[in-house]
């Protein structure tokens, strides 16, 4: 046993490439890149973060980017225009509104302006609903790139107990669904789970998304378990950390992932292929 990390930063860096090549076959053929376009709002410092991220792997993979920033005090009428004209540009492959909203927005209708078909963060209920019967047009980012990550390390999810901490719409529920979709038999556990401990012990696969700093012991760990960590905390010193208390953990459990350099990048690859795949089926 003894902790295998696995690196989400080269295998992120490996499906840019595969991404860089398609799109370079789509100009080959006298087609024009695959173009994304980001909207923020507001100046949340971490969304800013993300955003830059993903205009930068935009750039790697020859994908083009059109990020823009409005004000935090953008009404609701101006956001649905701006969706409304990229929903209806043709030259316009991807749309990914970034959130959190400034407060005052609902987030549930303005996902539910953007065109289906450009949802390449995959959480129009249209996309989320053929997730869940097996027929995904786009796959959730941060859920897919969990997948790749356990593919990558070697660990079978067929008949592995799956337990998924977090319920949110972005990855514990859409994580469940996947993990299901392997044939892993998924429990998900959250806030009002009684007895955590002894539910996340008999883990084969833990998937942790509950957003609280270095959470997850030992204790909690199944010895030789997968642990993927999708936690991007602050620990007392400021300093980014997960959702698991990596250094307790590593010394007992199985393939793991590290914060930073696991799961995040992996997000952001998987949103490039969404882009791919948008600008595939528009044309
Ligand atoms: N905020 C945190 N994660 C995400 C994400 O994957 N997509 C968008 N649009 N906003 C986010």
Do not use: W
Not at 69 to 98: A, R, W, Y
Request: charged letters at 25%.
């Amino acid at each position: 046993m003894g902790a295998c990390v696995i690196d989400g930063k080269a295998l992120a860096a490996k499906i840019r490439s595969e991404v860089a090549n398609e799109c370079e076959k789509m100009v080959a053929s006298g087609k024009r890149r695959p173009k994304l376009c980001v909207i923020i709002a507001g100046d949340d410092p971490a969304s800013k973060v993300y955003v830059r991220n993903k205009q930068k792997a935009c750039g790697d993979c020859g994908i083009d980017s059109e990020t823009i920033e409005l004000p935090g005090t953008v009404t609701k009428e101006e956001l649905f225009s701006l969706i409304d004209e990229k929903n209806g540009d043709g030259n316009v492959d991807g749309i990914l509104v970034q959130l959190p909203l400034p407060r005052g927005i609902d987030e549930k209708e303005v996902i539910l302006r953007i065109s289906p078909d450009k949802d390449v963060d995959c959480f129009h209920p249209v996309n989320v609903g053929r997730v869940y019967t097996g027929d995904p047009l786009f796959l959730p980012c941060t859920p897919a790139g969990i997948i790749e990550l356990l593919k990558y390390a070697g660990v079978t999810i067929s008949g592995a107990n799956c337990v998924v901490v977090g319920r949110s719409n972005i990855v514990g529920k859409p994580v469940s669904a996947l993990l299901l979709a392997e044939n892993g038999t998924v429990t998900t556990a959250h806030s009002k789970t009684r007895d955590l401990k002894k539910v996340t012990r008999e883990a084969d696969i833990l998937v942790a998304a509950i957003g609280k700093p270095k959470f997850f012991n030992r204790e909690y760990i199944k010895p030789g378990a997968a642990v993927i960590d999708v936690g991007m905390d602050r620990d007392e010193n400021g300093k980014l950390c997960g959702d698991v208390d990596f250094d307790d953990v590593a010394g007992i459990c199985g393939p793991i992932t590290p914060v930073p350099g696991g799961v995040g990048p992996m997000t952001v690859a998987m949103l490039m292929k969404n882009t791919l795949k948008a600008a595939m089926i528009r044309k």
